[in-house]
């Protein structure tokens, strides 16, 4: 027994420097070596759950405490809810932690961080802020930093208005933290300063620290780069935030949760284009464990743009399978169900595109007012005018805004319903009598009203209008005017009456200086007067005569060919059959030429050619112009003969061109 008592003792001394040297795999060996002496040894089971937690083998740990509970009982409170939270079992360490008997300062940590991962902010905010309350220790800065988290989470994700809790920026992360909530409250520029300065207090602190090399520091920077290239994004750099992005994904940081948010804003600045690019970045989103890094709104987002990739990609299946999805996660929410609308019109099917839309805004009336004018848009698409504005006259919310007034009156009237429109004015316009009566958008409302009536010759339904006008206004002559002229119509007595209002001629005159009018800046096709010279009407002396300048004629132009002194042809005014010297054409004369005899000759040459046709000579006489290199003409030949042209023998089984020969002048062409 004392050599067994000495040997546990020496493996409690070697647990104890092992400990100290953070050496927990060589205390995990005595620890075992003494659990094997007694089994149910409280401590040294907690030194061993202590050292596996010090592992990561937190699997293990919680396996020896399911396994020893009743002997450890609540002394492992903290550890397993520890195991359980660091094993993504979010839910199961809030019940670990709730049913502990007593509260202790690292359960209210470890409680502040689970609350946290369930984005349970409010919760979150109130135990971190007991605890920098109530404690003083050496983790009071990193409290505070957990704190701001806490606050730029529910600025960005909750859109809660941001509550100064005089946090100061003396760290890295307390300015990058306070960045991240000035982006969800809207302060681009402010928040952008502080990454600016959170990067410059990054490379102070890291700067002190030998061990830690140019590359250590980049990769501790990519977080704040990232947020950096975020913040031009939403500006409108996006060159620039498509640069930095880059430079994040190269140095392939080890957070998972980073490479995914950083991947997902490139594809969505690609958008449609550079889908290659996409597709590559796409996969960085589907690392594992992405889903415990990020928050819900972030992973919906990454979801969301990954059906939309598909949809660009072409790959329908993909994009309604994915869709689909998320609106079984999220039935509320009305985006995945444009995204599969959109996948429908691309597909040309419209109609079964609309009975989704109105799927959605039966089951989720609150959120209908968007998708129905999806529908109205579609509808128009289709050509069906009528039922989009129906649509649009259903939108409660919409119902009585301007834009929608002006957009169903533009409709009907593209419809030739003049009474639908007429209805939407009157709808409107009591809505305005009973909730802003006078106001500048009543009075503009009914203005309208009455000149759409007027327009359409509606005088007498224009009347009631015109005169809720004029009552505001006595003063409005153009309404008062507009008034007369639709009485006229009913009732000329009153439109006598109301003229009596007119102001006079005089009245209405207006004193208007003509020429600083037409000199005024703007003035446009105003001819002005030359101007005067000086002297010009004195009185002329006695016998000064005025020399009227003669204005010089110009030569006429004679035709091409013409002899000026030749007597011109008297007839040559009428037509050529109409002149008396006109003959008509010698008809047959030249018909019997064309396409005869050789290729290039008449059938006058051939004729002299023809040995039988001419008179009896001697055979070896030289007749006239036959001789070589004579440029004369054959006897009794035309002028002008072509020579016949000898043509090669074409080659066995070619083809014979036909030689064109030159058009005639006048002649009806081919060849």
């Given at each position: 027994?004392?050599?067994?008592?000495?040997?546990?003792?020496?493996?409690?001394?070697?647990?104890?420097?092992?400990?100290?040297?953070?050496?927990?795999?060589?205390?995990?060996?005595?620890?075992t070596?003494?659990?094997h002496?007694?089994?149910d040894?409280?401590?040294?089971l907690?030194?061993?759950?202590?050292c596996?937690?010090?592992?990561?083998?937190?699997?293990?740990?919680?396996?020896?405490?399911n396994?020893?509970?009743k002997?450890?009982?609540?002394?492992?409170?903290?550890?397993?809810?520890?195991?359980?939270?660091?094993?993504?079992?979010?839910e199961?360490?809030?019940?670990?932690?709730?049913?502990?008997a007593?509260?202790t300062?690292?359960?209210?940590?470890?409680?502040?961080?689970?609350?946290y991962?369930?984005?349970?902010?409010?919760?979150?905010?109130s135990?971190?802020?007991?605890?920098?309350?109530?404690?003083?220790?050496?983790y009071?800065?990193?409290?505070?930093?957990?704190?701001?988290?806490?606050?730029?989470?529910m600025?960005?994700w909750?859109?809660?208005?941001?509550?100064?809790?005089?946090?100061?920026?003396?760290?890295y992360?307390?300015?990058?933290?306070?960045?991240c909530?000035?982006?969800?409250?809207?302060?681009?520029?402010?928040?952008?300063?502080?990454?600016?300065?959170?990067?410059?207090?990054?490379?102070?602190?890291?700067?002190?620290?030998?061990?830690?090399?140019?590359?250590?520091?980049?990769?501790?920077?990519?977080?704040?780069?990232?947020q950096?290239?975020y913040?031009?994004?939403?500006?409108?750099?996006?060159?620039?935030?498509l640069?930095?992005?880059?430079?994040?994904?190269?140095l392939?940081?080890?957070?998972?949760?980073?490479?995914?948010?950083?991947?997902?804003?490139?594809?969505?600045?690609n958008?449609?284009?550079?889908?290659?690019?996409?597709?590559?970045k796409?996969?960085?989103?589907?690392a594992?464990?992405?889903?415990?890094?990020l928050?819900?709104?972030q992973?919906?987002?990454?979801?969301?743009?990954?059906?939309?990739?598909?949809?660009?990609?072409n790959?329908a299946?993909?994009?309604?399978?994915?869709?689909?999805?998320?609106?079984?996660?999220?039935?509320?929410?009305p985006?995945?169900?444009?995204?599969?609308?959109?996948?429908?019109?691309?597909?040309?099917?419209?109609?079964?595109?609309i009975?989704?839309?109105?799927?959605?805004?039966?089951?989720?009336?609150?959120?209908a007012?968007?998708?129905?004018?999806?529908?109205?848009q579609?509808?128009?698409?289709?050509?069906?005018?009528?039922?989009?504005?129906?649509v649009?006259?259903?939108?409660?919310e919409?119902?009585?805004?301007?834009g929608?007034?002006?957009?169903?009156?533009?409709?009907?009237?593209h419809?030739?319903?003049?009474?639908?429109?007429?209805?939407?004015?009157?709808?409107?316009?009591?809505?305005?009598?009973?909730?802003?009566?006078?106001?500048?958008?009543?009075?503009?409302?009914?203005?309208?009203?009455?000149?759409?009536?007027?327009?359409?010759?509606?005088?007498?339904?224009?009347?009631?209008?015109?005169e809720?006008?004029?009552?505001?206004?006595?003063?409005?002559?153009?309404?008062?005017a507009?008034?007369?002229?639709?009485?006229?119509?009913?009732?000329?007595?009153?439109?006598?009456?109301?003229?009596?209002?007119?102001?006079?001629?005089?009245?209405?005159?207006?004193?208007?200086?003509?020429?600083?009018?037409?000199?005024?800046h703007?003035a446009?096709?105003?001819?002005?007067?030359?101007?005067?010279?000086?002297?010009e009407n004195?009185?002329?002396?006695?016998g000064?005569?005025?020399?009227?300048k003669?204005?010089?004629?110009?030569?006429?132009?004679l035709?091409k060919?013409?002899?000026?002194?030749?007597?011109?042809?008297?007839?040559?005014w009428?037509?050529?059959?109409?002149?008396?010297?006109?003959?008509?054409?010698?008809?047959?004369?030249?018909?019997?030429?064309i396409?005869?005899?050789?290729?290039?000759?008449?059938?006058?040459?051939?004729?002299?050619?023809?040995?039988?046709?001419?008179?009896?000579?001697?055979?070896?006489s030289?007749?006239?112009?036959?001789?070589?290199?004579?440029?004369?003409?054959?006897?009794?030949?035309?002028?002008?003969?072509?020579p016949p042209?000898?043509?090669?023998?074409?080659?066995?089984?070619?083809?014979?061109?036909?030689?064109?020969?030159?058009?005639?002048?006048?002649?009806?062409g081919?060849?």
């Open positions: 027994m004392a050599t067994g008592g000495a040997s546990v003792a020496s493996l409690w001394t070697e647990v104890n420097r092992c400990g100290q040297n953070g050496d927990y795999t060589r205390a995990l060996k005595a620890l070596k003494i659990l002496e007694n089994r040894d409280v401590t040294a907690h030194c061993k759950i202590v596996l937690t010090q592992n990561g083998s937190f699997k293990e740990a919680l396996n020896v405490m396994t020893h509970s002997v450890l009982g609540s002394e492992v409170v903290f550890e397993k809810a520890y195991c359980e939270y660091r094993l993504n079992r979010v199961s360490s809030l019940k670990t932690i709730e049913a502990a007593e509260q300062d690292k359960l209210k940590e470890l409680y502040g961080q689970v609350l991962r369930l984005e349970r902010y409010s919760e979150c905010k135990v971190y802020t007991d605890l920098i309350r109530n404690s003083q220790d050496e009071e800065e990193e409290r505070k930093t957990n704190l701001a988290a806490v606050l730029a989470a600025s960005q909750e859109e809660t208005p941001l509550e100064d809790l005089g946090l100061p920026d003396s760290t992360e307390l300015c990058y933290n306070t960045a909530a000035l982006i969800g409250q809207g302060q681009l520029t402010e928040a952008f300063n502080k990454l600016q300065q959170a990067e410059e207090l990054c490379r102070v602190s890291l700067a002190d620290d030998s061990d830690v090399t140019e590359e250590d520091i980049e990769s501790e920077l990519a977080v704040i780069h990232s950096m290239a913040v031009m994004q939403l500006q409108g750099r996006t060159e620039e935030a640069q930095l992005y880059n430079q994040v994904i190269k392939k940081p080890s957070d998972v949760g980073l490479l995914a948010v950083t991947a997902n804003n490139i594809i969505t600045i958008k449609d284009q550079n889908v290659f690019d996409s597709k590559k796409v996969k960085l989103t589907n594992e464990g992405v889903e415990y890094k928050a819900r709104k992973l919906q987002a990454i979801d969301l743009n990954k059906a939309l990739l598909a949809m660009y990609t790959q299946d993909q994009c309604r399978k994915l869709s689909s999805n998320l609106q079984s996660q999220n039935p509320g929410q985006r995945p169900v444009l995204i599969q609308v959109a996948q429908l019109c691309r597909e040309k099917q419209h109609s079964r595109a009975e989704l839309l109105q799927e959605f805004s039966d089951q989720h009336p609150e959120r007012s968007g998708i129905k004018l999806v529908m109205a579609l509808y128009l698409v289709q050509g069906h005018v009528t039922k989009a504005c129906d649009l006259r259903s939108i409660e919409f119902k009585h805004k301007s929608m007034i002006s957009a169903l009156v533009t409709m009907y009237s419809e030739e319903d003049i009474d639908g429109a007429i209805d939407v004015f009157k709808q409107a316009i009591e809505h305005y009598q009973s909730q802003q009566p006078g106001s500048a958008a009543h009075l503009a409302l009914v203005r309208e009203a009455a000149n759409f009536k007027l327009k359409y010759g509606r005088k007498k339904e224009a009347i009631s209008d015109l809720q006008l004029w009552k505001q206004n006595t003063n409005d002559i153009h309404t008062l507009q008034l007369i002229s639709a009485y006229s119509l009913v009732d000329t007595d009153k439109a006598k009456s109301l003229s009596k209002h007119l102001p006079s001629a005089d009245a209405m005159s207006f004193n208007v200086d003509v020429d600083e009018l037409e000199n005024s703007g446009t096709n105003v001819r002005k007067k030359a101007a005067k010279v000086p002297g004195l009185p002329k002396e006695q000064q005569v005025d020399i009227k003669k204005r010089k004629k110009k030569k006429g132009k035709p060919n013409c002899d000026p002194k030749a007597t011109p042809d008297p007839e040559r009428l037509t050529m059959r109409e002149r008396s010297y006109y003959r008509g054409k010698k008809k047959g004369k030249k018909k019997e030429q396409g005869k005899g050789t290729q290039g000759a008449t059938a006058g040459a051939s004729a002299e050619l023809d040995a039988s046709k001419t008179a009896s000579s001697p055979p070896n030289p007749r006239p112009g036959s001789a070589s290199g004579s440029s004369s003409a054959p006897a009794g030949g035309s002028s002008n003969v072509v042209r000898q043509q090669k023998p074409a080659a066995s089984g070619a083809t014979r061109k036909k030689v064109p020969q030159k058009k005639k002048k006048g002649g009806k081919g060849w």
